[in-house]
């Protein structure tokens, strides 16, 4: 389950103008990611970003905004609401290990 949304969370790896966080557990989130993996460098311990898109994890929240139908007006309640509501639950399937490759 969801425990909660975290508005003022920021990634602290990288520079990203998308804020907020979904706490998963403890300090397991789910967070704004890279928007070129290939190119970009974040690091993460356990979280799960969104990458692959600009603004993909605005893109994201707005996809749970759009399924929940939360009867706040803006954005920002929106997602508090959704949060507070305690009703999402997140399914993780196992992934196998990456290959560990020296850097050149």
């Known amino acids: 389950m969801i425990k909660a949304w975290l508005p003022n969370y920021t990634v602290h790896s990288a520079a990203s103008l998308e804020a907020g ?3 998963v557990y ?3 989130l789910i967070h704004d990611g890279p928007d070129d993996p290939a190119n970009e460098v974040y690091a993460t311990i356990g979280c799960i970003e969104i990458c692959g898109q600009p603004q993909g994890f ?3 929240n707005n996809f749970l905004i759009g399924l929940s139908g939360p009867k706040a007006k803006d954005r920002a309640a929106q997602l508090a609401e959704i949060g507070a509501a305690r009703n999402l639950t997140i399914t993780y399937l196992k992934a ?3 290959v560990a490759t020296p850097a050149r």
């Open 96 to 98: 196998p290990r990456p």
């Open 26 to 28: 403890q300090n397991f």
């Open 21 to 23: 966080a979904w706490q």
């Open 58 to 60: 605005d893109t994201f």
